[in-house]
C-alpha cells in the first residue's frame, strides 16, 4: 500500500509500505477513505518536535473495515467508521472516566502497539486498528459518503471534537459571550462549538480573511484581527466594556495563551486544547486574583463522537467547511507545504488515486 512518511523536518514523502494485517484478536483493519493533515502534524514538520528515525504520520481518518479480530464485538467488514484521533481500550479506568487519551492500553497512530508491534499511520491507503472495539464508531446507514459529508465525519476524527473539547472546558452555554484564539481548523471547530452550546456572542480573531469567513458561516458573529492589549481592546469595546465570559485557546504558543488570558473578565473561564509549541504557561497569580477557572488538554474525541455524529447527520452542524483543499494522498508533500505556508487551511487526502465523491 502507499502511505506518507515523516523523514526529517520539510522531508515528507508517500512511499509503498506493507499492507496491514491483523495481529491481536482485537484489532481491526481499515481501508482508509479520507484522512487529513494536522495543525499538530506540523510540529514535527517544521523540527519544533524532533522526528527521529522515518516514520508513518497521520492521526485522522475515516474508511472502510475490511477484516476483524476474533474478539472484535461491535464491528463487522463493511462497516464505515470514524477513527478518533487517539486510539482507546474503551474498558480501562481512564476510559471508563472518559478520558480516553490516557488509555492505558492504547496504540500510537504512526508508532507502535501495547505489544510493540508497529500501527500504520492515518495518512495511508489501510490501517491496523489495535483497540478496535474501544476506538472505532460507526457511521449508521453510510457506505460511500458524498464528499462534504466525508469532510465533516473526518473533522470528527479530531478538530470538531477537540473544539467541543474547549468550549465544554470554558463553559460555553446560552447567554455566554466567547472569544476564540486560533483561526486554524480547531479554532474555527471551536465557533461552531459555541454556537452549538448556545453563545450570544462569538468573537474569533483572525488576520486571514479566507479563515475569518469560515469563521462567519459556522457561526462567529464578530471578528478581531487585533493582537495583544489591542485586541483585548476592541474585546471590551464589541461587549460594552467588558471582557469575555469565555475564551477558547486552540493554538498552544505561549502568544496565544497570553491572547487568551487578556480577554476573559474577571471569574470567567478558559477552555485551552492547543497542543503546547513549548513556552506556554499558565499564570497562576492571574489566575488566582482574577478567579479565573482553567480547563483543558487533549480532547477525549472518542466521547464526543457519538452526540456530534448525530448532528452531523441531521444537518444540524456542517464542520467540514473547515476543508478548504482535497489533493490525493500522492500530494501528501504540497498539502503540508500548503498548511505550513497557510494557504490552506486544512486538506483532505483521499488515498488509492481515488477522487473524493461528489456532493449528492
Same mark, same amino acid.
Given at each position: 500500500?502507499?502511505?506518507?512518511?515523516?523523514?526529517?523536518?520539510?522531508?515528507?514523502?508517500?512511499?509503498?509500505?506493507? %499492507?496491514?494485517?491483523?495481529?491481536?484478536?482485537?484489532?481491526?483493519?481499515?481501508?482508509?477513505?479520507?484522512?487529513?493533515?494536522?495543525?499538530?502534524?506540523?510540529? &514535527?514538520?517544521?523540527?519544533?518536535?524532533?522526528?527521529?528515525?522515518?516514520?508513518?504520520?497521520?492521526?485522522?481518518?475515516?474508511?472502510?473495515?475490511?477484516?476483524?479480530?476474533? +474478539? $472484535?464485538?461491535?464491528?463487522?467488514?463493511?462497516?464505515?467508521?470514524?477513527?478518533?484521533?487517539?486510539?482507546?481500550?474503551?474498558?480501562?479506568?481512564?476510559?471508563?472516566?472518559?478520558?480516553?487519551?490516557?488509555? @492505558?492500553?492504547?496504540?500510537?497512530?504512526?508508532?507502535?502497539?501495547?505489544?510493540?508491534?508497529? $500501527?500504520?499511520?492515518?495518512?495511508?491507503?489501510?490501517? @491496523?486498528?489495535?483497540?478496535?472495539?474501544?476506538?472505532?464508531?460507526?457511521?449508521?446507514?453510510?457506505?460511500?459518503? +458524498?464528499?462534504?459529508?466525508?469532510?465533516?465525519?473526518? #473533522?470528527?476524527? +479530531?478538530?470538531?471534537?477537540?473544539?467541543?473539547?474547549?468550549?465544554?472546558?470554558?463553559?460555553?452555554?446560552?447567554?455566554?459571550?466567547?472569544?476564540?484564539?486560533?483561526?486554524?481548523?480547531?479554532?474555527?471547530?471551536?465557533?461552531?462549538?459555541?454556537?452549538?452550546?448556545?453563545?450570544?456572542?462569538?468573537?474569533?480573531?483572525?488576520?486571514? !480573511?479566507? /479563515?475569518?469567513?469560515?469563521?462567519?458561516?459556522?457561526?462567529?458573529?464578530?471578528?478581531?484581527?487585533?493582537?495583544?492589549? !489591542?485586541?483585548?481592546?476592541?474585546?471590551?469595546?464589541?461587549?460594552?466594556?467588558?471582557?469575555?465570559?469565555? $475564551?477558547? !485557546?486552540?493554538?498552544?504558543?505561549?502568544?496565544?495563551?497570553?491572547?487568551?488570558?487578556?480577554?476573559?473578565?474577571?471569574?470567567?473561564?478558559?477552555?485551552?486544547?492547543?497542543?503546547?509549541?513549548?513556552?506556554?504557561?499558565?499564570?497562576?497569580?492571574?489566575?488566582?486574583?482574577?478567579?479565573?477557572?482553567?480547563?483543558?488538554?487533549?480532547? &477525549?474525541?472518542?466521547?464526543?463522537?457519538?452526540?456530534?455524529? +448525530?448532528?452531523?447527520?441531521?444537518?444540524?452542524?456542517?464542520?467540514?467547511?473547515?476543508?478548504?483543499?482535497?489533493?490525493?494522498?500522492? %500530494?501528501?508533500?504540497?498539502?503540508?507545504?500548503?498548511?505550513?505556508?497557510?494557504? #490552506?487551511?486544512?486538506?483532505?487526502?483521499?488515498?488509492?488515486? /481515488?477522487?473524493?465523491?461528489?456532493?449528492?
Amino acid at each position: 500500500m502507499r502511505a506518507t512518511m515523516i523523514h526529517a523536518p520539510y522531508d515528507i514523502r508517500v512511499e509503498d509500505r506493507p %499492507d496491514p494485517a491483523i495481529q491481536h484478536p482485537t484489532d481491526a483493519v481499515v481501508r482508509v477513505a479520507a484522512a487529513c493533515v494536522c495543525g499538530s502534524d506540523l510540529w &514535527p514538520y517544521r523540527g519544533v518536535r524532533d522526528t527521529g528515525e522515518p516514520h508513518p504520520i497521520g492521526h485522522e481518518f475515516v474508511g472502510t473495515v475490511t477484516e476483524v479480530g476474533s +474478539d $472484535v464485538t461491535t464491528l463487522s467488514p463493511g462497516d464505515f467508521v470514524i477513527a478518533p484521533w487517539a486510539n482507546s481500550c474503551g474498558t480501562c479506568p481512564d476510559c471508563r472516566n472518559g478520558i480516553t487519551v490516557a488509555c @492505558r492500553h492504547r496504540a500510537i497512530w504512526g508508532g507502535q502497539d501495547e505489544q510493540g508491534l508497529a $500501527v500504520e499511520g492515518g495518512q495511508g491507503e489501510a490501517v @491496523r486498528v489495535p483497540n478496535a472495539d474501544g476506538t472505532l464508531v460507526v457511521v449508521p446507514g453510510i457506505s460511500e459518503p +458524498d464528499e462534504g459529508l466525508l469532510k465533516s465525519l473526518l #473533522s470528527l476524527s +479530531d478538530v470538531m471534537g477537540t473544539g467541543h473539547h474547549a468550549a465544554l472546558g470554558a463553559q460555553v452555554g446560552p447567554g455566554r459571550t466567547v472569544v476564540v484564539v486560533g483561526d486554524g481548523a480547531v479554532g474555527l471547530c471551536a465557533v461552531l462549538a459555541a454556537k452549538r452550546l448556545g453563545a450570544t456572542r462569538i468573537i474569533a480573531m483572525s488576520r486571514h !480573511e479566507d /479563515r475569518a469567513a469560515i469563521a462567519r458561516a459556522l457561526g462567529a458573529t464578530d471578528i478581531v484581527a487585533e493582537r495583544g492589549k !489591542e485586541a483585548a481592546a476592541r474585546v471590551s469595546e464589541l461587549l460594552g466594556g467588558v471582557l469575555a465570559d469565555s $475564551v477558547l !485557546e486552540c493554538v498552544g504558543t505561549a502568544e496565544s495563551m497570553d491572547q487568551a488570558l487578556r480577554c476573559i473578565r474577571a471569574g470567567g473561564a478558559l477552555g485551552f486544547v492547543g497542543v503546547p509549541a513549548g513556552g506556554a504557561e499558565l499564570p497562576i497569580g492571574v489566575l488566582f486574583s482574577r478567579n479565573i477557572t482553567v480547563s483543558g488538554g487533549a480532547a &477525549p474525541t472518542r466521547e464526543y463522537i457519538p452526540e456530534l455524529l +448525530d448532528d452531523v447527520l441531521s444537518g444540524a452542524i456542517n464542520p467540514g467547511l473547515v476543508f478548504d483543499a482535497v489533493m490525493p494522498l500522492e %500530494d501528501a508533500p504540497e498539502a503540508y507545504r500548503a498548511m505550513d505556508e497557510r494557504r #490552506s487551511t486544512k486538506v483532505m487526502l483521499i488515498p488509492g488515486g /481515488r477522487e473524493a465523491p461528489a456532493a449528492g
